[in-house]
Structure formats: structure tokens, C-alpha cells
């Protein structure tokens, strides 16, 4: 076992996730591949919105390869960090909309 | 890309300035070699059996420094083409008819008091005569009239711009550079270039960084639609070229760090469709002082022709013929070969 959960040297064996349930794997590249296709967006808004989205769901590898990503298609360092803050935004906001629940529940029980 | 030199590596004395040193940095990291890689994927040394492209590298003379150029030119440069040589090149393609374009490049080649002869006498035999421009040569007072010259002569423009961002471009082609290739981009669409009338006006991409370019296709449809939104500005097609390792790029792996994983990157990217379209294979390349070369960048790492082929512009004139040709090759050809490969026109394979 690693000494560590997260390990630079696993991103390039993701492909090892093919072992066992090919059949799987392969449906899963299809679809991932038709996702980053060019199309009503481009290959560089798509890395920029996937830049976002590994911030909010905090994975090391996505952050890695969509950060290279983000720069090989043409974005800079000042629109990646527009594009972290729009998921930090995202992130705070949806914490802070659940403080209606938490003045629904203390209107009801509180006086 | 920080830290901008404001000289030549020659200037600086720079050891990367020589060629073998280039040749032995790149040799460091190990990597097998091209015509190795080239065998594993069943291909035969590289040949060429055309020349679809004369490109004549006029000098290394250059109002700008740019951090990842492959030249190392600069402002402090000297060599120069003279009238003698662009009397050849002219002669050669009085003699070669068959050549459809040429290509000038530099440094920035308009500086050449023979960039103008070249284009006259290149237009006036019908060639289709390509201008590397990094455009803020248009706005210096001594190139006032260059755009009228340049659509005078159906010259077509192929326009240096990393980013359609100011930081991008900046960062790599220098402070300010942005803005005056936004001003020139504008002379030019004003003149008509960039509006499907027949002058055209192509952008060059390359990576501000260390990394591969992302799909020319793609990025095309990003600058068309930015550059027109935000800048109003118009242009027909977006090439994408790989920073070669070579030179001040070279310079530039090395200060950060980044040659190992850059050489890795390159040969773990190897396409052999790329490596089929490589544009050694159609080109012949004129050095300022006369003496040939495959392709531009084996004329910085100064590796002329060989294999048999005459190695000046003199030598061909007198044998008559540089083909076919067996291209002569390095380490630095993993630049030509990665992704969807990399050509002065742009990508080569899908």
C-alpha cells in the first residue's frame, strides 16, 4: 500500500480501471471523449467549466490534468481563477442557501 | 512563461547560444532516438521528394525578443541576408517553377532591406508569397507603408499571436506586445486582409508554456470569436505550431526545470501520422548566408543538408537538383511528430 491516498504517479494508470470490467471502461471513454468533444462549446470552455468542477469536488488528478488542460487549449492563470472562484462561489452559496433550512426549523421549534 | 530575457542568448554569452550545446543539453535527457522511434512505428528515415516550400530565413534581425524564440533573434542581431544570396534565391526560383510558394521568415524579415525584392520578384514569377509577421513591425515608423506593400503584392500574412489575451501574449512575446499586434491586426483587416477578399491573414498559436498546443480546430473557433467580439478584429485561419526545444525555449526548459518532462512528453506523443506530414518532407530551407537546410530549426541547430544534397544555395544552382532528399534529423523532431503534429502551416494529422 502507498503511504499516502493521493499519489501523482496513479493519474497516468487511470487506464487500469479498463482491468476486470473492460465492457465498462470502454462506455465510459466513449462517453467522456463525446463530452470534450468540440461542440456548442469549445474544447477550452469545456476544461475551463471541468477546472471548476474538480475544485468543487476536490480531486487532485482532475485539478492536475484539467490545469494543463485549461492551458494547452488557450486559457491563462487569470481566467482559471475566475473559473476556481465561480466553484467556490457555487460551494459557499449552496452551504449558505441551507441556512434557510436552519431558520426554517428554529422558526419552528424556537421562540 | 515569466522572466523575459531582454537579450539574445548570444548577447548574454549564453553557453545554449552554440548549437552543441543545444544538441548535447537535448542529448541529456535520454530520450531514444527520432529515427529509433520512427523504425518502432515502421517508419523509414525521413525523405524528401518535393518542394512545395521554398522558406527563405532572411536573418536573425528582430524588433522583439520573444522568450521561446527559436531563432534567438533580437534587435542586438546582425546577420542579415545580403542582396548577392536573395539574388539567388530569386534565380532559384526562376529555375524551379515548379515551386508554388514562398515562405519568408527571421527574425522579422521585413527589417531586410532585401524583404521587399524578395516578395516583388516572388509575386512577379506567381508564387504564393508568405510574410511571418510578428505584426508590431507594421506600427514602426520605417514600415509605414509596409501593409500597402504587403497587399500591393497579394503577400500573404502569417501573424504571430500566442493568446488572444494580453498576459499570454505578453508573457511570451513582451510587455506592451499585445496591444500593438491588436493595432497592426487592425491595419490590417482596414487594408482587407482577414476578410475572405483573396489576403489572407492567418494567426500563429504556439503553448505559452510547456506543453503541447490544444486542437487547432478548436482554438480557431476560440480566436475567431473573441478577437471579433472584444477587439472587432477579423482573420481567415489559426495555425498551430509546437515550441521546439531548441534555443532560447531551450533556455527556458532548462531555467524551470522542465526539460526532462518536456522530452518525455514529446516522445510519449510521437504520432506516426504526424511524422508522415512533417513538412521537411516538401520544404527546402535558405539560411541568410546561402546554405541550405531541411527545415528552420535544423538551420538554427546549423545541421545543413546532407545525405549527398547540395548543402548552398550556389551548390544547387550549379548541380541542379536537391532531390530526392534523406532529412537530416535529431532529438528536436519530437516537435514535429507530438500530438497532432507541428508544421509551420500548423497541425498535420488528426
Same mark, same amino acid.
Given at each position: 500500500?502507498?503511504e499516502t491516498?493521493y499519489?501523482?504517479?496513479?493519474l497516468?494508470?487511470?487506464?487500469?480501471?479498463?482491468k476486470?470490467?473492460?465492457e465498462?471502461w470502454?462506455k465510459?471513454?466513449?462517453y467522456?471523449?463525446?463530452?470534450?468533444?468540440?461542440?456548442?462549446l469549445?474544447?477550452?470552455?469545456k476544461?475551463l467549466?471541468?477546472?471548476?468542477v474538480?475544485?468543487?469536488v476536490?480531486?487532485?488528478y482532475?485539478i492536475d490534468?484539467y490545469?494543463?488542460?485549461?492551458?494547452?487549449?488557450?486559457s491563462?492563470?487569470?481566467?482559471?481563477?475566475?473559473?476556481?472562484h465561480?466553484a467556490?462561489?457555487?460551494?459557499?452559496?449552496?452551504?449558505?442557501v441551507h441556512?434557510?433550512?436552519?431558520?426554517?426549523v428554529?422558526d419552528?421549534?424556537?421562540? | 512563461?515569466?522572466?523575459? +530575457?531582454?537579450?539574445s542568448?548570444? =548577447?548574454r554569452?549564453? !553557453?545554449l547560444?552554440a548549437?552543441p550545446?543545444? @544538441?548535447?543539453?537535448?542529448?541529456r535527457?535520454?530520450?531514444?532516438?527520432?529515427e529509433? @522511434?520512427?523504425?518502432?512505428h515502421g517508419?523509414g528515415?525521413l525523405e524528401a521528394?518535393?518542394? !512545395?516550400v521554398l522558406?527563405v530565413?532572411v536573418g536573425?534581425?528582430?524588433?522583439?525578443?520573444?522568450?521561446?524564440?527559436?531563432?534567438?533573434? *533580437?534587435?542586438?542581431?546582425r546577420? @542579415?541576408? =545580403?542582396?548577392e544570396?536573395?539574388e539567388?534565391?530569386?534565380?532559384?526560383?526562376r529555375?524551379?517553377?515548379?515551386?508554388?510558394?514562398l515562405d519568408i521568415?527571421?527574425?522579422?524579415?521585413?527589417?531586410?532591406?532585401?524583404?521587399r525584392?524578395?516578395?516583388?520578384e *516572388?509575386?512577379?514569377?506567381?508564387?504564393?508569397?508568405?510574410?511571418?509577421c510578428?505584426l508590431? @513591425?507594421?506600427?514602426?515608423?520605417?514600415?509605414r507603408d509596409l501593409?500597402?506593400?504587403?497587399?500591393a503584392? /497579394?503577400?500573404?500574412?502569417?501573424?504571430s499571436?500566442p493568446s488572444?489575451?494580453?498576459?499570454?501574449?505578453d508573457?511570451?512575446?513582451g510587455d506592451?506586445v499585445?496591444?500593438k499586434s491588436?493595432?497592426a491586426?487592425?491595419?490590417?483587416?482596414?487594408a482587407?486582409?482577414g476578410?475572405?477578399?483573396?489576403?489572407?491573414?492567418?494567426?500563429?498559436?504556439?503553448?505559452v508554456?510547456?506543453?503541447?498546443?490544444?486542437?487547432?480546430a478548436?482554438?480557431e473557433?476560440?480566436?475567431k470569436?473573441e478577437?471579433?467580439l /472584444?477587439?472587432?478584429i477579423v482573420?481567415?485561419r489559426?495555425?498551430?505550431i509546437?515550441?521546439m526545444?531548441?534555443?532560447r525555449?531551450l533556455?527556458?526548459?532548462? /531555467?524551470?526545470?522542465?526539460?526532462?518532462?518536456?522530452?518525455?512528453?514529446?516522445?510519449?506523443s510521437f504520432n506516426p501520422?504526424?511524422?508522415?506530414g512533417?513538412m521537411?518532407?516538401t520544404?527546402?530551407s535558405?539560411g541568410?548566408?546561402?546554405?541550405l537546410?531541411?527545415?528552420?530549426?535544423?538551420q538554427?541547430?546549423?545541421? +545543413?543538408t546532407?545525405h549527398?544534397?547540395p548543402?548552398t544555395?550556389?551548390?544547387?544552382?550549379? /548541380?541542379g537538383?536537391?532531390?530526392?532528399?534523406r532529412?537530416?534529423t535529431?532529438?528536436?523532431?519530437?516537435g514535429?511528430?507530438?500530438?497532432?503534429?507541428?508544421?509551420?502551416?500548423?497541425?498535420v494529422?488528426?
Amino acid at each position: 500500500m502507498a503511504e499516502t491516498y493521493y499519489c501523482p504517479h496513479d493519474l497516468p494508470r487511470f487506464g487500469e480501471m479498463g482491468k476486470d470490467r473492460p465492457e465498462l471502461w470502454a462506455k465510459f471513454l466513449d462517453y467522456y471523449n463525446a463530452v470534450f468533444a468540440d461542440g456548442a462549446l469549445t474544447a477550452r470552455e469545456k476544461a475551463l467549466i471541468a477546472l471548476g468542477v474538480a475544485h468543487a469536488v476536490q480531486c487532485p488528478y482532475c485539478i492536475d490534468a484539467y490545469t494543463q488542460a485549461a492551458l494547452q487549449n488557450g486559457s491563462d492563470r487569470e481566467q482559471m481563477t475566475e473559473a476556481v472562484h465561480v466553484a467556490c462561489a457555487i460551494r459557499g452559496g449552496a452551504s449558505l442557501v441551507h441556512g434557510v433550512q436552519m431558520r426554517n426549523v428554529a422558526d419552528k421549534v424556537g421562540m | 512563461m515569466r522572466s523575459l +530575457p531582454v537579450l539574445s542568448l548570444q =548577447s548574454r554569452g549564453h !553557453e545554449l547560444a552554440a548549437p552543441p550545446a543545444q @544538441v548535447a543539453a537535448l542529448a541529456r535527457s535520454g530520450v531514444p532516438a527520432f529515427e529509433d @522511434v520512427l523504425a518502432r512505428h515502421g517508419r523509414g528515415p525521413l525523405e524528401a521528394h518535393a518542394i !512545395e516550400v521554398l522558406q527563405v530565413n532572411v536573418g536573425k534581425l528582430c524588433n522583439q525578443t520573444c522568450a521561446h524564440c527559436h531563432v534567438d533573434a *533580437g534587435p542586438d542581431r546582425r546577420e @542579415v541576408m =545580403s542582396r548577392e544570396t536573395a539574388e539567388q534565391v530569386v534565380e532559384l526560383l526562376r529555375r524551379h517553377p515548379g515551386i508554388p510558394t514562398l515562405d519568408i521568415t527571421g527574425g522579422a524579415p521585413e527589417l531586410n532591406p532585401q524583404f521587399r525584392y524578395l516578395v516583388a520578384e *516572388g509575386a512577379a514569377q506567381g508564387r504564393r508569397v508568405i510574410d511571418r509577421c510578428n505584426l508590431s @513591425v507594421l506600427l514602426l515608423p520605417s514600415q509605414r507603408d509596409l501593409v500597402g506593400f504587403l497587399a500591393a503584392h /497579394r503577400v500573404e500574412v502569417m501573424a504571430s499571436l500566442p493568446s488572444f489575451r494580453a498576459s499570454g501574449t505578453d508573457a511570451q512575446r513582451g510587455d506592451g506586445v499585445f496591444a500593438k499586434s491588436l493595432d497592426a491586426l487592425r491595419l490590417l483587416n482596414a487594408a482587407g486582409y482577414g476578410k475572405g477578399e483573396g489576403l489572407a491573414l492567418n494567426l500563429v498559436y504556439n503553448p505559452v508554456g510547456t506543453f503541447l498546443p490544444g486542437d487547432q480546430a478548436s482554438l480557431e473557433r476560440d480566436y475567431k470569436r473573441e478577437l471579433q467580439l /472584444r477587439h472587432g478584429i477579423v482573420f481567415d485561419r489559426l495555425y498551430t505550431i509546437t515550441n521546439m526545444p531548441i534555443s532560447r525555449f531551450l533556455d527556458h526548459l532548462e /531555467r524551470t526545470d522542465n526539460l526532462q518532462r518536456y522530452m518525455d512528453l514529446l516522445v510519449a506523443s510521437f504520432n506516426p501520422r504526424a511524422a508522415d506530414g512533417v513538412m521537411c518532407r516538401t520544404y527546402l530551407s535558405v539560411g541568410w548566408d546561402g546554405t541550405l537546410y531541411d527545415c528552420d530549426f535544423n538551420q538554427m541547430l546549423e545541421m +545543413p543538408t546532407n545525405h549527398g544534397a547540395p548543402q548552398t544555395l550556389w551548390g544547387l544552382l550549379a /548541380r541542379g537538383r536537391a532531390l530526392p532528399r534523406r532529412v537530416m534529423t535529431g532529438l528536436h523532431c519530437f516537435g514535429c511528430t507530438a500530438g497532432a503534429g507541428s508544421s509551420c502551416a500548423g497541425a498535420v494529422a488528426e
